[in-house]
């Protein structure tokens, strides 16, 4: 499966204690209507609604800096839950009440060392588009995507994907003319030409 993560810098990603004292994780692993840096020849956005049927069918695991062995929550055991605002992607996670996430992950995000989510995903079939916006840059909308994991993560990038690049290039190539029906059209427009001199 081809995976790609973005990443985010959210305000407000923070532990909160419930009332029984247990820490409770809070931020957004996405946001809605924002570009992306550069990926590699384009930039990315996401659209409100690009999410829902993943919170509704997808396996998600909530995971500091996307790495399988530190996972702090998880959707199908209601350790994780997600849900669309109008901001984005918000997710709660009830983290596991040991020293090793104490120290490794709920610390540093109470003292702000750590204040960035990250999201995996694929886009579900006829879930993108691609366009030129008026300042002539392409544009990829993600419109639905399937969720494989939210994290909070260290160093948040928009790492550049083959899997979008690739995407990318077989957009540019299905937008652009056809070299034999442009040969074709121009020998039409060099004839009648021709026809309307004589």
């Known amino acids: 499966m081809d995976i790609e993560r ?31 840096e550069d ?8 659209v409100a609604g690009a999410f829902l049927e993943a919170i509704e069918k ?19 055991a209601k350790t994780l839950l997600l849900s669309e605002d109008s901001r984005g992607l918000a997710i709660e996670i009830d983290p596991p009440d040991n020293d090793t996430v104490r120290h490794l992950v709920l610390q540093p995000i ?28 392409t544009i990829r909308t993600l419109k639905k995507v399937r969720l494989f994991d939210v994290s909070p993560v260290t160093f948040p990038a928009y790492p550049q994907t083959d899997i979008a690049v690739r995407e990318l290039r077989a957009w540019q190539a299905a937008a652009a003319p056809d070299p034999e029906k442009l040969a074709a059209r121009r020998r039409f427009l060099n004839a009648l030409q021709r ?4």
Do not use: T, Y
């Not at 026809?195 to 004589?198: C, E, F, G, I, P």
């Open 58 to 76: 997808d396996d998600v695991r909530a995971l500091f800096n996307h790495d399988p062995n530190f996972v702090l929550g998880r959707n199908r």
């Open 39 to 46: 990926l590699g020849g384009f930039r990315e956005q996401i």
């Open 110 to 137: 109470e003292r702000g060392d750590v204040s960035q989510m990250s999201f995996g995903f694929s886009v579900r079939p006829g879930g993108q588009d691609w366009a030129k916006d008026d300042e002539g840059r």
């Open 6 to 36: 973005r990443a985010f810098v959210v305000e407000g990603l923070k532990v909160e204690k419930r009332a029984d004292g247990k820490a409770v994780l809070r931020g957004h692993a996405a946001v809605f209507g924002q570009l992306s």
């Open 195 to 198: 026809d309307a001199a004589v």
